[in-house]
């Protein structure tokens, strides 16, 4: 198999394929780069989540000074009900569950013009504190807890104010739950963790390599979909979860991210749309901590943008009736994002 043609690679996170067709991104570099002046106040009378305001169910924010958390007005998990709720549905064609968990949203700065890519790492590594410990707290009661940000409107995100979202629930959702499976027979078969096998061979490459701090390293997976999908995880260390995170590694994380953030921004010089999350070990499990041996913490950035700030990837067609494909390499877009330089275009 040359590189340069038309390939599929394997995803052994969620056991699924992808199609690589490589020969149509080699063509040279005619995008534009269209620069997109967001100019924002540091406070905004009118948002739901600026220190001192009103938010959309009524209660006032504090003037918080660094982050801040919520319980979510509009929930998409609800607490469990007194009551024995309605009996689930068994049979093969229709199945239901009764489900309970809690929504929480964290604002990540009171500045209103601000996102993490124009945080310090110190203010960052204070968000990273505050995603351990709402992960401690919800973790205690619910089985996944799911740290995420929804960053621009490209993404669904309504407010460009910078947070991020936790949910949390009784039940291990898809994703995850792939992943879980992956690990623990990964674990089986070499008995060592999928992720921390994966990173020393990428380390090792190092084409796909974006980022390498002390700790934690950035690298575009070798089966990633989204054209500059990223992976955020431990070089050579096993970290079970966010609150399993050694405090002396926070900072080496918030930088590496921070690094991340800035070339995602300088790449189309525009405040870089994506989703964001955190999947580590899940809790409550009835296995006795066997799921603490395989597991890795890792981050999964997923931006939609392909060739310029507004020229976005749509998973459509082939993708939603076959299979997931991208042109552009994973090499490739390691490459793009290695040569960008490591300081913020509007600073
Ligand atoms: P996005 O991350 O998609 O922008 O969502 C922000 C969340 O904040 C959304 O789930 C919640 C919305 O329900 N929110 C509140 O709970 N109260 C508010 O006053 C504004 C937004
Ligand atoms: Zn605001």
Known sequence: MTDLRPHRRWNPLTREWLLVSPHRAARPWLGQVE?????????????????????IGGELNPDYRDTFVFGNDFPSLLPPLEMKAEAPIFSPLFQSR????????????????LSLAQMSAGDIARVITTWTEQTADLGSRNRWVQVFENKGAAMGCSNPHP?????????????????????KEYFQEHGRPLLLDYAAEELRDGSRTVIEGEHWFVVVPYWALWPYE?????????????????????????????????????LFQCSFPYSMGWHGAPFLSDDGGKSEEYWQLHAHFYPPLLRSASVKKFLVGYEMLAEGQRDLTAE???ERLRSLPNRHYAS
């Open 35 to 55: 620069a997109i002046s967001e100019e924002r106040p540091a406070y905004e009378p009118s948002c739901t989540l600026c220190p001192g305001n009103k938010r």
């Open 332 to 334: 490739q877009a390691a």
């Open 230 to 266: 990223t992976l955020l995880l431990p070089k050579q260390e096993q970290v079970t979860r966010l609150t399993s995170l050694p405090e002396s590694q926070k900072l080496d994380l918030a930088e590496t991210m921070r690094q991340l953030l800035v070339r995602y921004d300088n």
């Open 163 to 183: 947070h991020g979202q936790i949910w949390a629930g009784d039940f291990i959702p898809e994703e995850p739950a792939k992943e879980d499976l992956s690990q």
């Open 98 to 113: 009764d489900v309970s968990g809690e929504c929480r949203v964290i604002c990540f700065s009171p500045r209103h013009d």
